[in-house]
């Protein structure tokens, strides 16, 4: 089989030495990828910067913005069976990047920003994508129900719920603790490794998969 995944933060660009980002490291994108890999399939890790190394056999696609990740999908997910949407997307980007540094000039600085395309919500509509899509959610608070509804708008078949207002789980931590959000049921998994649950992730993510 051949798996898609997105790991990581994007970076919008405010000018040349100057990006909006988030905190994620890409520790649970990674883990999947490399129990993928482990496994057997053939995985294609598009991912944000980060400090972690590319796991063995991957065909790794490095990116910045949101723009860019956009368009590594849109090109690389028609070869997938299974896509698995970990990173951590800019909904907002600056309006306008200036081609020099900006200035300082008043005491306060307004950013004016625009929506990003939504790559998981382009999966099945724009991109046609019929394999098995796993979205993730980062929530702070009403975690299944918020979860539930990016399940609905974004035509998953799974969501993996993350409680990203803990410090000990979460973005940059080395254990997780999820949601595993169906259309019809959900099921906790308890506090674990990324490591552990990136294998568990994979198994689910490959019973969903379409069968000839
Ligand atoms: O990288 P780590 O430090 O390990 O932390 C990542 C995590 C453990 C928190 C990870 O599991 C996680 O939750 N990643 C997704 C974070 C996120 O951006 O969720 P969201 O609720 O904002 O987005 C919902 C889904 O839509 C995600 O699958 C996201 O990849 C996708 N999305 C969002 C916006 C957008 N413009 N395009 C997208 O594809």
Redesign the pocket.
């Known amino acids: 089989m051949t798996i898609l995944i997105?790991?990581?933060?994007?970076r919008e660009a405010i000018d040349p030495v100057r990006f909006l980002t988030?905190?994620?490291?890409?520790?649970?994108?990674?883990?999947i990828a490399d129990a993928a890999a482990e496994a057997g399939h053939r995985v294609i890790l598009i991912s944000g910067p980060?400090q972690i190394d590319v796991p063995h056999r991957v065909d790794y696609i490095p990116v910045e913005s949101?723009q860019e990740?956009?368009e590594a999908?849109q090109h690389w997910i028609k070869k997938a069976d299974v896509a698995?949407?970990?990173?951590?997307?800019?909904?907002y980007r600056p309006a306008a990047v200036p081609d020099q540094k900006i200035k300082k000039t008043g005491d306060t600085m307004t950013l004016e920003l625009v929506?990003?395309?939504?790559?998981?919500?382009?999966?099945r509509k724009e991109f046609g994508f019929h394999g098995a899509l796993?979205?993730?959610?980062?929530?702070t608070e009403n975690l299944e129900d918020?979860?539930r509804g990016?399940l609905q708008r974004?035509g998953?078949d799974l969501?993996?719920?993350?409680d990203?207002a803990r410090q000990d789980?979460?973005?940059?931590?080395n254990d997780?603790e999820?949601l595993l959000v169906y259309p019809e049921h959900t099921e906790p998994l308890e506090k674990h490794s990324?490591e552990h649950l990136g294998q568990i992730i994979l198994e689910k993510s490959m019973a969903l998969a379409p069968h000839d």
């Open positions: 997105t790991a990581g933060p994007t988030n905190r994620s490291s890409g520790k649970m994108g990674y883990a980060t949101t990740m956009f999908v698995i949407f970990a990173a951590a997307v800019a909904d929506r990003n395309p939504d790559i998981l919500g382009s999966a796993i979205g993730f959610a980062a929530e918020n979860a990016k974004k998953c969501v993996i719920a993350n990203v789980i979460g973005f940059d931590s997780n999820i990324k």
